[in-house]
């Protein structure tokens, strides 16, 4: 009954836009060759376990770059290639991560570098000393002590038993929740100026007690984040920049573990621990890469238009970025490869990125929009601006699509609706909302007013276990889930190379 | 509505059971000093922190011991001690566990070495051969090739999304469904004969292909096992015995990093890790020990009647055996700190017992229960089984009772079903079972024909991620429900100590 309720409107936009043409014949191709030929384990299996993690500017971010550009080539896809989009910096190797607490007792702890931070000088051991810093009066507790020290600091989460599942989808209720519009303003969704401050301070504060830290010089930092039953949640500080001052070894490390340590401590139990953290960076090349690639329209008259396709190719470093984003990737790979597989022939140019340094800012696709298409700060726009026509993303992790956000656009609200109707048997309770969603490449597009949209997809384990997560790894993919992502995307792609205009634009951003 | 249900019949029994008296005054005393003066949370911190993993007669077992018996001495109970159950066999201490993938990339695995498994001869490192034995003929492939390799086998289970809850309580439904007895066996539930045997030939395989590996000497078992998100379960070949013969190092070892390694051999990647198991036998005192207290009995004719609570104090050593089973030692201690904090002089004595070996197969309370009451073997008795009125214990994790299993016991119900009524408003939907419940310390009682009993707990996190993982730590026990198990455990106890008459006892078990 819900999803009836959500499919009526749908029914009646796409009624009223008599002008849209959908070639059914073309879709059904495409649910055929993704849904019973389709590629996405074996892009998995290169992107996710053969490359490795794709840390940008790492050993595995190339791996995954050279196989890209291989196998779309060897689909048939014309001028792939890395595009510099600018410079990233230095790359950073694992080479080595070892912690375990050895008094009062043994027991190994589960733990990452933080990415692009140093080496420890050998391996390191000794007293455990747990930084308490809240307010400024604390630093003078600590002040002159920590030189050469192994230090520790607590998780700020909890770790309860849990009694909502780790994976979720959305139900019809919760769509349909979506397509009220959200709140308009700056991006920061419901926080008060009040909170921003706040949260500023705090980011301040956090960034006083990283340098104060440093500035001590101890050899370690032990630091418990969250996450739960060996789940955990890596960062990283900003040291991939060149000529960035050494950052010192630090361990992200399970709460639980940390958490031990803490109570030990606190309850008078000295706690010694051994550790070893050998790391490698790479100067050779500084430069940051996308991966390009195209399908040339066939339309003499519309091929110098193009619709793009992408996601970001770079991963943390904790696991192998299954769900983000190779998920993305592979989509996307998948969905190029239909369209050629099906024989089917874009009027319009297909071109898929691959993007680099997304977790560290949307670096690759803000870097490509700027060569591209205009200077996001000037709004001074290029002439490949007025060619674009939409630009499609996938960054939420395996779950399958539910419905799509405008990102404000509402013209584009009839053309989507029409081309979901016929993906109605893949895609549940489908909704279209006016909203925007953030944290990703498509607002590098969005920034200049391009049309860049990303897709509502089901939650999955994304927030509980995998994204940035020691243990995003090929086991938290649903196959069948990329299958259909792939299908709504080529169906998307295909349908917006083929229609007689471009998608609708906001209007253009002015410069304040 | 469901639970009145439920509380109709019981009230219904009670009304039936005139003979019966239960001291509210004294239950109420129990629930105050049980609920708002409660232990439990420094009792954990001293034997699962403090005392760390208590694999039996490692030195965590040691000093879980030795708190124990200073800590219920200061309670004030009597004739606190260790008390010998028969030989053991060697204790074990890990000093180090270390692996991680070196090739194609690096990458730190989970992992936690099979107890009483040997050292690696240093740091081995090098190639990874997967065994893939199904069938008598496979083993052929191997023979004579594993010398000094570096074998690994993949886990039997999968990692898919978990749309379950990891923590569970139970429903007023599955509750009620428990009421109605089970089928009644030789403690098997529903295997057929035919699945015993399978069961039987199977673990017999596994049993041969073990023996196949240790005679091929390999220098290192990698071996995926159950789990999920980075917990993983861990198990133990029987190598604590006397003059076993040398255990092959094993690292039992997350099912992803596993997978990983196998789907790149797989796909023609050659994978080499680097490890370091570092393990130390104890040979001084082969002994194994329980820890046993008392609260002497008040009533001049019925102090050498006894009433028994207890549970495991032993755990696996992947964690700190949180829910498996410091909870239920944690309860049990609480409880006699309650008995003696409220005043009341119970008329029978009551003996707390927290039993060592139960991992291993309820070695400590098989050889208390051969000592004390008789052998089960031949059903020859000692004069102590006549004045056992009842033994409980509490095995399964972190969560409250919701009911008690009978273990056949059908004249029980009605007593235990008045017991339960003052207990009412923290007892939610309790539920009386005829039923058996297996696997713990209570079976040894009830193999002599003894009232042992078991209650019925809300499962939380315990088969999800607790028991017998490298995540049963202190994070995992739900303190209010600690509480809640201690003050049922103190009135039961309280209520059993000063009955007219003892528990009622099944039939006398025949020997077949």
Redesign the interface.
């Known amino acids: 009954m819900k999803r009836k309720l959500l499919i009526l409107p749908a029914l009646l936009l796409a009624g009223m836009s008599f002008a849209q043409e959908v070639d059914l014949a073309a879709i059904e191709k495409i649910k055929k060759e993704g849904l019973e030929n389709s590629k996405v384990e074996e892009i998995a299996?290169q992107l996710v376990?053969?490359a490795?993690?794709r840390l940008s500017n790492s050993?595995?971010y190339e791996r995954a770059v050279d196989y890209a550009i291989q196998q779309l080539s060897d689909w048939g896809l014309q001028n792939a290639n890395a595009e510099p989009w600018g410079e990233f910096g230095r790359g950073w190797?694992?080479?080595?991560?070892?912690i375990?607490m050895t008094s009062?007792?043994?027991?190994?702890f589960?733990?990452?570098p933080k990415a692009w931070t140093e080496s420890t000088k050998g391996e390191v051991s000794g007293k455990v000393y747990f930084l308490d810093i809240k307010t400024e009066e604390d630093f003078a507790k600590y002040k002159g002590k920590l030189k050469g020290a192994i230090v520790a600091i607590k998780p700020t989460g909890?770790?309860?038993?849990?009694?909502?599942?780790?994976?979720?989808?959305y139900t019809a209720e919760q769509l349909h929740g979506m397509e009220h519009p959200a709140p308009r303003g700056g991006g920061n969704g419901s926080y008060t100026p009040e909170m921003i401050a706040e949260l500023r301070a705090a980011r301040a504060f956090s960034q006083k007690i990283n340098e104060f830290i440093a500035s001590e010089g101890p050899a370690l930092i032990i630091k418990g984040v969250n996450g739960?039953?060996?789940?955990?949640f890596t960062s990283s500080p900003r040291g991939y920049i060149k000529d960035t001052p050494d950052v010192i070894p630090e361990l992200e490390t399970?709460?639980?573990n940390v958490?031990?340590m803490a109570?030990?401590s606190e309850?008078g139990?000295e706690v010694e621990i051994e550790a070893e953290v050998k790391t490698r960076f790479r100067t050779e090349d500084l430069q940051g890469y996308n991966v390009i690639a195209e399908i040339p329209g066939s339309d003499p008259s519309l091929k110098s238009e193009v619709v793009m396709l992408g996601g970001h190719l770079d991963s943390w470093h904790g696991?192998?970025g299954a769900t983000d984003n190779a998920a993305g990737c592979i989509v996307m790979m998948e969905a190029v490869r239909i369209l050629k597989a099906t024989g089917l022939q874009p009027k319009r140019t297909v071109r898929i990125a691959l993007w680099g340094g997304e977790e560290q800012g949307l670096h690759g696709s803000r870097g490509y929009v700027a060569k591209h298409f205009g200077d996001r700060e000037t709004m001074e726009l290029k002439p490949e601006h007025e060619k674009l026509s939409a630009y499609y993303n996938i960054d939420n992790g395996?779950g399958r699509i539910r419905g799509i956000y405008l990102q404000g656009n509402a013209a584009a609200e009839p053309i989507f609706n029409e081309w979901f109707l016929p993906l109605d048997d893949i895609v549940e309770d489908r909704t279209i909302t006016i909203s925007n969603t953030g944290g990703t490449d498509h607002q590098s597009f969005d920034a200049l007013s391009l049309p860049g949209f990303q897709f509502i997809q089901d939650p999955?384990?994304y927030r509980t276990?995998t994204h940035h997560t020691?243990?995003d790894?090929?086991?938290?993919l649903?196959l069948d889930d990329l299958k259909q992502m792939a299908v709504v995307i080529a169906s998307f792609v295909y349908n917006t190379a083929q229609k007689d205009e471009m998608i609708p634009r906001k209007e253009l951003r002015k410069v304040e």
Do not use: C, W
Not at 473 to 476: A, D, G, H, K, W
């Open positions: 299996f376990d053969k490795g993690p050993e595995g190797e694992m080479e080595k991560s070892y375990a009062p007792y043994y027991m190994p589960i733990a990452i909890t770790q309860e038993p849990t009694y909502e599942p780790d994976a979720v989808r739960r039953h060996g789940t955990l399970a709460p639980e958490n031990l109570r030990l309850n139990v696991a192998n395996t999955v384990e276990r020691n243990m790894t090929f086991e938290r649903e």
